[in-house]
């Protein structure tokens, strides 16, 4: 206590020598008062040097000086002695003393009321930002965030004794699906049997031009540059030519329109709403030069709003007769009005067949995963498995392989992508996004997954995939929880595939077909392929998509707990069942013109009207009687 009051009064000396405390409210002391009160001070100093003394008051009088005697007044440091003290202010010390007295002046501004509160919060702030990135660095290095790290082979190992001695009754395929939606009865679709005519052009029936488009990327992402093709055509009064496939350095899949789907019954399915066309009449293409990359490009805005195409695009048509739109895949809003709507379902759900090829292959696999699942109705599972090696790779996931994996993985980015991944504004982070739900899911944990929502070891699964990353090592765990699973490959001879194996949109349609017709679908990374599919399955399906997706995050979460007991998990998995089962008969709620959901993911409502059509476009696969289920694959 000694210390802080000399503290106190020697800033006071040597700040104000021989003037008022600042707390000191009353005017300052005259001269006179101020010398007959020092040699009062200086006796007191001899006698106690090195105290701190409190403020003396002058003698009937509201001012005061400050005493102290310190170690140095009395000739020594911090011993005692008789000799007078030094002048109370050394003229050298002043300039310091004066930003001593700043300082704590500017400090106390700071902590007045009204501007604390705006500085103080800005100070914290301030700090933080600058803490918080090496601090979680730091924090990093001694923990992981619950469901960043690989861990679902060692819960496996703990929990399979319990999972092969588990006798609690299975799930029914039969009877899996209990959720039901009575639908509304559905009006008459729009202009199905009427001709072709323009409602943006005082009612004009002479086409206006035509459409060429390019279709980029996979099997279903063509699909929705056809469908929304089809759907332009008809806003803009346009004739369509077949659209092109752009060849992809992914895919890599030279096949054409005519290799893929049928482009007979293509054409005639639309005939009484879009006319299309194989080919450019001789005298455009004459006009530049028989190459259809000649035709000027328009880049159209992604997600173009049908005012944009009549705005902006339809006076060009109209101008030069043809225009070509590439790449056309999202090129047009989900929200377009009703009869612009309508062509999107009919050219998605009754113009868009398969080719003959592959229809007719597709229609034997089709049979024979009917006639290995003969023990459960012939009803099975599909599982979409993205554990492919370039999904894995593309990810940026951890699992199990350590070292060796990533540099696998590393070498697999590089090879792919480029320096992509290598980016320094493009940090990758493995565990954020497994913890996000980003990583595909392993065949183990598809089917710990299936097995704790109740499906037992009879059930019949059918794996759509591309080359599984490492598949024999990750397929075996779940080849012992399912031993009744088969692929294109299990169900195909070599001779019989091998027309389709240079052709990835064709073994897609392959996968495509027999998905679509199992009892339950499961997809366990997103993409077009399983958007478009739960689509087609709600269609055909009375509005239920049957389709199993995973909470990824919160799947994470229990499969990195290394201590969670077999009932524990079956108790979470049977809770995202039900859930699945819910969300599978989800219906937006369209307002019209304003869609904020895909329709190719949620057909209904404005989709309805051509689940209960009869007519000639309906379309119907033959296969075994033991398997009543409605086919949309081939024309009669």
């Known amino acids: 206590m000694v210390k802080h009051k000399t503290t106190k009064a020697v800033l006071y000396t040597e700040s104000h020598s021989l003037s008022p405390p600042l707390s000191s409210p009353s005017a300052p002391c005259s001269l006179l008062e101020q010398q007959q009160l020092i040699p009062h001070c200086m006796a007191i100093g001899k006698a106690t040097v090195g105290k701190a003394l409190p403020m003396k008051p002058a003698k009937d009088k509201d001012c005061c000086i400050g005493c102290h005697v310190s170690g140095s007044v009395g000739g020594g440091r911090g011993g005692s002695s008789t000799s007078p003290s030094p002048p109370l202010s050394p003229p050298r010390r002043r300039g310091r003393l004066l930003r001593q007295r700043s300082s704590f002046s500017a400090g106390g501004i700071l902590l007045r009321r009204p501007v604390r509160y705006l500085v103080l919060p800005l100070l914290y702030f301030s700090g933080l930002l600058m803490c918080v990135g090496p601090f979680s660095s730091l924090v990093g290095l001694f923990s992981t965030p619950p469901g960043s790290v690989y861990r679902s082979h060692l819960i496996f190992e703990n929990l399979w004794p319990d999972i092969v001695s588990d006798n609690s009754s299975s799930v029914q395929l039969q009877s899996l699906w209990t959720y039901k939606r009575r639908l509304k009865e559905q009006k008459p679709c729009i202009n199905t049997t009427g001709g072709r005519r323009f409602l943006f052009d005082g009612g004009a029936t002479e086409p206006s031009g035509y459409l060429v488009v390019e279709a980029n990327g996979g099997l279903n992402q063509q699909r929705s540059a056809i469908c929304n093709a089809v759907a332009l055509a008809g806003l803009l009064n346009a004739v369509l030519v077949i659209p092109r496939f752009e060849f992809n350095g992914v895919w890599k899949d030279p096949s054409e329109f005519g290799d893929i789907y049928d482009e007979d019954h293509f054409i005639s399915t639309l005939e009484a709403n879009v006319k299309v066309v194989r080919m450019l009449p001789e005298e455009l293409m004459e006009r530049y030069n028989f190459s259809i990359t000649n035709i000027p490009n328009l880049r159209v805005q992604a997600w173009a709003t049908t005012n944009y195409y009549l705005r902006e695009v339809y006076p060009i048509l109209k101008e030069q007769g043809v225009i070509r739109i590439a790449p056309f895949a999202n090129r047009l809003s989900m929200s377009v009005p009703p009869r612009i709507q309508f062509l999107r379902c009919l050219a998605n759900y009754k113009a868009l067949t398969f080719s003959p ?62 320096r992509k991944f290598k980016r320094k504004d493009r940090p990758i982070y493995a565990g954020l996004n497994r913890i996000d739900g980003k990583c595909p899911l392993t065949p183990l944990e598809v089917g710990m997954m299936l097995r704790g929502m109740g499906f037992d070891n009879n059930t019949s699964i059918y794996l759509a995939s591309g080359k599984l990353y490492h598949a024999e090592r990750y397929l075996a765990p779940l080849k012992k929880m399912f031993p009744f699973i088969y692929t294109k490959e299990s169900l195909a001879t070599p001779e019989e595939l091998a027309p ?65 007991s077999w009932r524990d998990f079956k108790l979470q998995m049977g809770a995202m069942l039900l859930e699945n089962n819910r969300k599978g008969m989800i219906i937006p709620r369209v307002k019209k013109f304003n869609r904020k959901t895909s329709i190719y993911t949620f057909p209904l409502p404005e989709c309805g009207c051509l689940q209960q059509s009869n007519n000639s476009t309906a379309l119907e696969v033959p296969r075994s009687s033991s398997a009543p289920y409605p086919n949309l694959l081939t024309s009669r």
């Open 357 to 418: 090829t592959i229809s007719a292959f597709a229609n034997k696999l089709l049979d024979r995963m009917i006639e290995k699942s003969s023990s459960t109705g012939g009803k099975y599972v599909s599982v979409h498995l993205r554990f492919e090696e370039d999904m894995v790779a593309f990810s940026c996931c951890e699992y199990d392989g350590g070292r060796a994996e990533k540099a696998e993985l590393d070498l697999m980015r590089e090879k792919g992508w480029g």
């Open 500 to 564: 389709f194996m240079a052709y990835s949109s064709r073994l897609a349609a392959l996968d495509y077909t027999v998905c679509l017709f199992s009892e339950v679908f499961v997809t366990t990374q997103g993409g077009n392929f399983p958007h478009f599919l739960m689509g087609h399955r709600r269609f055909i399906y009375g509005g239920h998509s049957k389709t199993i997706k995973p909470d990824k995050q919160k799947l994470v979460l229990l499969l990195q707990d290394v201590g969670i």
